[in-house]
């Protein structure tokens, strides 16, 4: 079983820059890939970025790339994701994820992933 506790979320004008953090409880953090997703209202939750255990491999959605960094400290059971040069499409409620479907590729969809933690909002103003 693994709790994750999202923070960092907040109002940031555009052109900004945010830092989410996502901490974990539980002995096995390092085992599970991990993700962050985003959910704007009235839309889909859809991928933002991943990465896998060792945090060798990572993946971005093509709206982010460039401009968000998802990283891992194994030693603190913690995943960041760096946000800069926001936008105000960036507007949504951000979702770390843990999984364990697979050790060897980043995981990109939502069903790869076991636990969600309860979502951080970030919001840019224009």
């Known amino acids: 079983q693994v709790q994750l506790v999202e923070s960092g979320g907040g109002l940031v004008q555009a052109g900004g820059s945010l830092r989410l953090s996502c901490a974990a409880s539980g002995r096995t953090f390092s085992s599970y890939g991990m993700g962050w997703f985003r959910q704007a209202p009235g839309k889909e939750r859809e991928f933002v970025a991943g990465?896998?255990?060792?945090?060798?491999?990572?993946y971005y959605a093509d709206s982010v790339k460039g401009r968000f960094t998802i990283s891992r400290n194994n030693a603190k059971n913690t995943v960041y994701l760096q946000m800069n040069s926001l936008k105000p499409e960036d507007t949504a409620v951000y979702y770390c994820?843990?999984?364990?479907?697979?050790?060897?590729?980043?995981?990109?969809?939502?069903?790869?992933?076991?636990?969600w933690g309860q979502g951080t909002q970030v919001t840019v103003s224009s």
């Open positions: 994820a843990a999984g364990t479907a697979s050790r060897f590729r980043v995981l990109r969809g939502s069903s790869d992933y076991d636990y």
């Open positions: 990465l896998t255990w060792s945090g060798g491999m990572t």
